[in-house]
């Protein structure tokens, strides 16, 4: 284990989990690091790389898992050449797509590797190469009797430190996440590959087969999958997008297994998991069930509907919001997939069960604190009340010129501080990222679209409880009606000139009479007065919940139960074996589909069309090496008991050599409160079969310079 640990308890589970193996649940998204302490359970599942060697990021096959920001992949190739799933390559297929080269709806190949496409300023390859444990550098010195504001920026400014010494080499991005809800915090240092192209997907008719009907759902019949590749300057280091740069040369790369694998057989997942909630409270699971998520349903459906209304019957504006629905649309059945869940199976009185039983335990330890449990009843409860403000301000603020303004006027005042002073977001190293948030606009905005999402945003906004309306904000906002106006008194819709905003100063904004400028610095008091307040909030929670971790880790140690940190967008490793699962009385699902079922589903409309090509492949029988012994055919999709979240898309699933046998992009409907609860009798993840990857790429899509460049390994009989 890297670093100096602060806090001598949480050693201990983490050692002891080499004697568990009891419960057999394939449950934990575990750093890198605590692998050597899991061999038994790596051993029952049947893997047979060393831990040690997984521990080891600059080792295959750790050293070949990428991060895309926000999805995960993996390197297939010494060239760059990255996979990951067809929907976390969406937006660079939509932003190259035209009416006339429609890449959504018939796919792209790049023969070669001129002919591969720009994937645009948000496409970015992370390679994770350094993480190092620093939580004494974050935490050391804080006093209890600090405020709660005042903690939050000590360590905040702790943080920032941390990240500027590590980032000195402009060819590293680096960060310092909390963990067990920031009783530890890790630096961890990537590089950022910033020229990534687009290199072939296809046809969302494979892509996204079943579209948001499939989403969350089993049987899946859906090739979720595309291949990015990552460039850089000719010194080898990370450069900005240019036609003089070369394939990153990647020392590691997945060897892809044809082998396939059947029901039982063990395997590894490694990606970037983003958020999970499993050491939440009673309170805050009541509250998510019954106030957070049933008003995030209602709002993602109004604002769905609202951009239905207004690009009807203009293909052009279709296209523009096609990747904003699309994402809006996962969400959207996330949450509701949660709801049901709740209502399913009543998760807060599993957790109220435990919750009492760790009381009880707490109440009986020598010199624990007598307060400790209030104070969290307490710090928990003003989260709750303030994220009601929160969501209101979003909802009143719905729209994309607004929020352009918005970190516009942020930026002006932010840069009349010193760099280290600067908010996080707003310092030297976020310009980039906030030029290509403010850049991309133009790939995804039309301006009635934005001003029928504006107005029918305030409309919703007026409908909730007054309680949560932020305050003094109501007489700052514009009237419905008043909306159109703006958008005739504002050049913020034009990229170029709202790109030009970014040199400018505090009083330039000041002294605008562009609309949208002028409401942006109206608005501001109550954005910081928000923000104030939250670091408090944030501040206090960071205080004691360490504490309330700390004994929980405790806790759980004194019955022998393994405890890994809730998911935070770092790297991870997980691992399951491929198994059928019961979603209700007398229903059994079995672990595979196949492309038979393809053909069954096809109705000819969208999501169910298939390409002429593939049907005729499957009626044909043309299978060749990739047809399945025990299934007799080629397989698609596949289950397995692994534990996934969202950022897990793309993530490889390997087999037991650390070779690449599928690609993780869903979970069952009845999985998805496993966010919340891991319930290992249906929780399970869905993964594309790369059989069917490779059949497609082959018989369909013809892609045989990528089949060439990648290293396959066949079954052995299907060698002529």
């Known amino acids: ?74 390197f297939v190739s010494d060239a760059g050449l990255v996979v990951t799933n067809h929907h976390c390559a969406y937006g660079a297929v939509q932003r190259n797509s035209t009416p006339e080269h429609n890449y959504i709806t018939n796919g792209f190949l790049a023969k070669t590797r001129a002919a591969e496409l720009p994937g645009g300023p948000n496409s970015l390859v992370y390679v994770t190469d350094k993480v190092e444990n620093v939580s004494d550098r974050v935490l050391k010195g804080l006093t209890a009797d600090m405020s709660g504001r005042a903690r939050h920026e000590a360590v905040e400014k702790r943080v920032k430190d941390l990240i500027a010494e590590c980032e000195t080499d402009k060819m590293y991005r680096c960060s310092v996440p909390a963990f067990h809800r920031g009783l530890e915090y890790y630096r961890i240092r990537q590089m950022m590959i910033r020229d990534v192209r687009l290199v072939y997907a296809p046809s969302d008719k494979i892509g996204n087969f079943g579209g948001d009907i499939d989403n969350y759902e089993w049987p899946r019949h859906t090739g979720d999958y595309s291949f990015l590749r990552a460039y850089v300057g000719k010194d080898g280091r990370p450069a900005d997008p240019s036609p003089d740069n070369v394939p990153y040369k990647s020392k590691d790369f997945l060897v892809v297994s044809a082998e396939g694998l059947k029901a039982g057989d063990g395997i590894l997942l490694a990606g970037y998991p983003g958020r999970t909630s499993r050491y939440k409270l009673p309170a805050e699971i009541r509250f998510a069930r019954d106030t957070a998520f049933p008003l995030k349903v209602s709002e993602l459906q109004a604002d769905l509907a609202v951009m239905a209304d207004a690009t009807n019957g203009d293909a052009a504006a279709a296209v523009r919001y096609a990747s904003v629905v699309k994402s809006i649309n996962n969400v959207l059945k996330k949450t509701q997939g949660l709801l049901d869940g709740f209502a399913r199976k009543d998760i807060a009185a599993i957790k109220d069960v435990q919750d009492a039983e760790f009381r009880a335990w707490y109440a009986k330890q020598p010199n624990v604190s007598p307060t400790l449990l209030a104070e969290l009843d307490a710090a928990i409860a003003s989260d709750m009340a303030l994220s009601e403000e929160e969501f209101a301000w979003s909802v009143a603020t719905s729209s994309d010129l607004l929020k352009s303004a918005r970190t516009l006027y942020r930026l002006s005042l932010e840069r009349q501080k010193a760099d280290a002073e600067r908010e996080s977001g707003f310092q030297q190293r976020d310009l980039a990222f906030i030029k290509a948030r403010l850049a991309r606009l133009e790939q995804s905005y039309v301006n009635k679209v934005d001003q029928a999402r504006f107005e029918a945003g305030l409309k919703r906004y007026a409908q909730l409880a007054a309680k949560s309306h932020p305050q003094g904000l109501d007489a700052l906002l514009p009237a419905p009606g008043a909306v159109a106006a703006l958008y005739q008194q504002t050049q913020l819709a034009d990229t170029a000139k709202r790109l030009a905003w970014l040199e400018k100063d505090q009083a330039a904004v000041a002294q605008s009479d562009d609309a949208f400028m002028q409401l942006a610095v109206k608005l501001h008091p109550v954005d910081v007065a928000l923000e104030e307040r939250r670091k408090e909030i944030d501040g206090n929670l960071e205080r004691v919940i360490p504490q309330y971790m700390q004994a929980v880790i405790a806790w759980k140690k004194s019955q022998g139960k393994p405890v890994y940190p809730d998911a935070n967008s770092t790297l991870r490793v997980t691992y399951g074996t491929v198994s059928p699962y019961s979603p209700r009385d007398g229903l059994t699902k079995g672990p595979f589909t196949t492309v038979e079922g393809i053909v069954e589903k096809v109705t000819g409309k969208a999501p169910f069309e298939a390409p002429q090509g593939l049907i005729d492949a499957v009626k044909q029988k043309r299978y060749g090496q990739f047809r399945d012994p025990v299934l007799g055919t080629v397989p698609v999709n596949f289950l397995t008991s692994a534990d996934t979240t969202g950022g897990n898309s793309g993530s490889a699933v390997m087999n037991k050599r650390g070779e690449l046998i599928g690609l993780n992009f869903d979970s069952t409907y009845e999985s998805i409160t496993k966010d919340w609860y891991f319930d290992t009798a249906i929780t399970r993840a869905i993964h594309l079969d790369i059989r069917y990857m490779l059949w497609v790429m082959k018989e369909v899509d013809h892609a045989d310079n990528l089949l060439q460049e990648m290293s396959i390994k066949y079954p052995k009989a299907a060698k002529k």
């Open 1 to 74: 284990m890297e670093g100096h640990i602060l806090f001598k308890t949480i050693v201990l589970p983490v050692a002891l989990l080499g004697a568990f193996a009891g419960a057999h649940a394939d449950e934990g998204q575990w750093q890198p690091h605590q692998l050597p302490q899991l061999k038994a359970e790596l051993k029952r599942v049947g893997i047979e790389i060393p831990a040690e060697k997984l521990a080891d990021l600059s080792k295959h096959p750790m050293s070949a898992i990428v991060s895309l920001g926000g999805c995960s992949a993996a």
